[in-house]
């Protein structure tokens, strides 16, 4: 059974810190890149930051670049998303997302439930 498991998420104030967790299982987590979004409220669900299957390469929404960094630890089957300098802006749910793709038309896409990330003073 796939599950993605984040935590991490609260109420920090602006300026502040937190760092979010995603603990995979009941697939191989090496073979997927991974990546968290965030929604909120009233808004479409947006692409943070990626990570690629082996860690060698990253990418970040330009309104993330610079104050977020994401990483992994294959080994333990977690990916992290450190994020500085937090504003109000940021205030969402955060989602961990697993996907590789198997084919030209076929990709295997897994989704945590969630977890609140909440900046305000």
């Known amino acids: 059974q796939v599950q993605l498991v984040e935590s991490g998420g609260g109420l920090v104030q602006p300026g502040g810190s937190l760092r979010l967790s995603c603990a995979a299982s009941?697939?191989?987590?090496?073979?997927?890149?991974m990546q968290w979004y965030r929604q909120a409220p009233g808004k479409e669900r947006e692409l943070v930051a990626t990570i690629s299957s082996t860690g060698t390469s990253s990418y970040y929404a330009d309104s993330v670049k610079g104050r977020f960094s994401i990483s992994r630890d294959n080994p333990k089957k977690t990916v992290y998303l450190q994020m500085n300098s937090l504003k109000p802006d940021d205030t969402a749910v955060y989602y961990c997302n697993a996907w590789r793709q198997i084919s030209l038309t076929q990709t295997y896409n897994y989704w945590g439930q969630g977890t609140q990330v909440t900046v305000s003073s």
């Open positions: 009941g697939f191989t987590f090496s073979d997927y890149a």
